[in-house]
């Protein structure tokens, strides 16, 4: 089973991968053919993993054998590693309707509680609220990412070798790039060819091989869509599957564990990933450090250097930051921006909001009013952190700890996933332990593992033994 690996993650996923019988790296980079021994053929993929756009984890997408693989070996890397199917998958063909028109592009419902993004420029013709539309899924959005994924009309299928296009016919003889009538493989009738970005680096049999894979797929969604209704006519929803597609976030003990893999081939500062994922600039500086001065800081987290990454790249005191609530299903919810009122090197941010009046304090119960303010503690790696809630006359209202996977101090967002179960203690000093029924549901839905749930429970008995 074929692999390509394109990202801030690639050298340890490759290395991996590479560990495995059932697994082979393909299309490598030149970066990642120059770290290992061997070489890395120009075939056809049958799954890619990509890094997300903001490098908080890993999208896996290819033939559900090869996709169930992937997503098992990743599920391993650490017990703070969380992963979803995604409902609107890379390629899937779905009959919507246009809800609302943007400046650039129009909101199409898909199905239930999934919505598509259709750039007016990937639109065949004019679009208008209350179009029905058959599109297909371009670029697919990780679930804790606020854009929705890309559609087009055009039906077709990409690929670093050999692309499709439906309704397209492929032109022969037109010239020295065309080199069709040299591959032993013809379009599918009704589809055109198009050569992809890594096909002058591939043999005419790697070719005709991607080739054909294009063809099987074509073949598929042509069964799917024949006899199928008109978009107008037919209810909504997907009418072809398309590429199985899985989301991958990745924790911060999970980054710790990829530097591991990573240090086995190249030397690797501690902290790699946990950096590079934080900001581009620190992930440029990453690099220009490890490049030239083969940095390598140590092998543990004791030896992430917090006090320098924050003093160069932020969160600083006086900065705003934004505090990132994942959820285990993996929706993002932003808890609103709060200013840095004060940073230790120990890796300790505090971060204070003043709240809007109007409703309660969850699960503390006392009623939000003006004047009241939110002072929380994060603590790099620390798997809770406590926010204090305070009135106009600076009296207590309650203090909340919620139980989380390990804190990431980002230079501009705390990011962590809330594991529901949560500790509370009131005004009058009692304590209370809530929400352990949401978990025991994520665990039951198959959003948080045995593993996790365990380590959250041991983490909120010891908090609510401590207040």
């Not at 009309?153 to 010239?175: D, I, K, N």
């Not at 081939?265 to 934080?278: L, Q």
């Not at 009013?369 to 809770?384: H, I, Q, Y």
Request: glycine fraction near 12%; aromatic fraction near 6%.
């Amino acid at each position: 089973m074929n692999v390509r690996v394109r990202g801030i993650y690639s050298t340890a996923l490759t290395a991996a991968i590479e560990d495995r019988a059932d697994l082979s790296t393909v299309q490598a980079s030149d970066a990642i053919a120059n770290r290992f021994e061997g070489s890395f053929p120009t075939i056809h993929a049958d799954a890619r993993v990509e890094t997300t756009r903001d490098r908080q984890g890993v999208g896996v997408a290819g033939t559900p054998e090869v996709v169930e693989t992937l997503a098992d070996m990743l599920a391993g890397v650490g017990r703070d590693t969380l992963c979803w199917l995604d409902p609107a998958p890379r390629d899937a063909v779905f009959d919507g309707r246009v809800t609302e028109t943007l400046g650039s592009g129009a909101v199409v419902r898909l199905d239930d509680g999934v919505e598509g993004f259709l750039p007016y420029d990937r639109a065949d013709g004019r679009v208008e609220t209350d179009d029905r539309v058959r599109v297909q899924v371009r670029e697919p959005a990780p679930p804790w990412d606020s854009n929705r994924p890309v559609l087009s009309t055009e039906l077709g299928f990409t690929g670093a070798l050999a692309e499709l296009v439906r309704g397209e016919s492929t032109t022969r003889g037109g010239g020295p790039a065309d080199i069709v009538d040299l591959v032993s493989a013809d379009p599918r009738d009704g589809w055109g060819v198009r050569w992809g970005p890594r096909s002058e680096d591939a043999e005419f049999d790697a070719l005709a091989d991607a080739l054909t894979a294009q063809n099987e797929r074509a073949a598929s969604l042509d069964d799917a869509l024949d006899g199928a209704p008109d978009p107008g006519e037919g209810s909504l929803g997907r009418r072809w599957d398309g590429t199985v597609t899985r989301w991958v976030w990745f924790g911060r003990e999970s980054r710790f564990a990829l530097d591991e893999r990573r240090r086995e081939v190249v030397p690797t500062m501690a902290g790699h990933h946990r950096i590079k994922a934080g900001d581009d600039r620190a992930s440029t500086a990453v690099d220009f450090a490890e490049a030239v001065c083969g940095l390598e800081t140590g092998d543990d987290e004791e030896a992430f250097p917090f006090g320098v990454v924050t003093r160069q790249f932020g969160p600083r005191e006086g900065d705003s930051v934004e505090i990132g609530h994942g959820k285990p299903d993996g929706r993002y919810i932003s808890l609103g921006r709060g200013d840095v009122a004060g940073h230790d090197p120990d890796g300790t941010v505090t971060v204070s909001r003043e709240l809007s009046p109007g409703g309660t304090l969850d699960a503390i119960g006392e009623p939000i009013e003006a004047g009241d303010v939110a002072v929380t503690k994060f603590k790099e790696g620390r798997w809770w952190y406590a926010t204090v809630y305070r009135d106009a006359e600076d009296r207590r209202k309650g203090t909340y700890v919620n139980v989380c996977t390990p804190v990431e101090v980002f230079p501009d967002t705390v990011r962590y996933v809330d594991l529901h179960v949560d500790v509370v203690k009131h005004g009058d000093g009692r304590v209370e332990r809530v929400d352990d029924d949401e978990l025991d549901a994520a665990v039951e839905d198959g959003d948080v593992s045995g593993r996790l749930a365990e380590r959250a429970r041991s983490v909120a008995s010891a908090v609510e033994n401590a207040l």
